[in-house]
């Protein structure tokens, strides 16, 4: 009987051998859907992960706290954009305020060769916003502090939505001209 309970315990220590060295460092598995709307998990173990800082109200609504998440490494500016954006409206996990308005998705985005990125949203980020001028500020500040902090290449940001520039949000935070990156200290 001993003899067989260290056979198992070898068993188990080697089983385990095989599935830590089978692991690759820094890879997830993500879930995927079905045809039938049910999850799969798929095999994601050669998509790399990177580390993004985004920007969320603080609970009391008066400033910005950066959050840092990672997130699958997409290789296109618009792919990266898109799950920055993404990630802003689904929420801070560390009891931080979304600011953009549901639906707020990227249409499309262009970086030009003088760091100029032009941000195409849908209509949702505009017709949806709610809040006053506080919250336009933060919602604002939130999507472009992120752009920064996470697209190196981007020196200005001008927003546009549904394919045309916007003057302001919601009346109190000028859009119509680009946003400039801050100059560190």
């Known amino acids: 009987m001993r003899g067989l309970v260290v056979v198992g315990l070898a068993l188990a220590v080697l089983a385990s051998a095989i599935v830590i060295s089978l692991r690759v460092p820094g890879r997830r598995p993500t879930s995927e859907p079905l045809r039938g709307g049910e999850a799969t998990v798929r095999d994601t173990t050669h998509e790399a992960l990177r580390v993004v800082r985004l920007y969320f109200a603080t609970p009391g609504g008066d400033s910005l706290a950066g959050e840092t998440r990672e997130l699958a490494s997409r290789p296109g500016l618009h792919e990266r954009v898109e799950g920055l954006v993404r990630e802003l409206t689904r929420g801070s996990r560390n009891g931080g305020v979304a600011l953009l308005a549901p639906g707020t998705a990227v249409r499309h985005v262009f970086l030009d060769h003088r760091g100029l990125m032009t941000l195409d949203l849908t209509p949702a980020f505009r017709d949806r916003f709610r809040g006053g001028a506080t919250a336009e500020y933060l919602a604002v500040g939130s999507l472009v502090r992120t752009l920064f902090a996470n697209v190196p290449q981007a020196r200005r940001v001008r927003l546009v939505c549904a394919g045309e520039p916007i003057a302001t949000l ?16």
């Open 170 to 185: 919601a009346g109190h935070v000028a859009c119509d001209a680009p946003f400039e990156r801050p100059v560190a200290p």
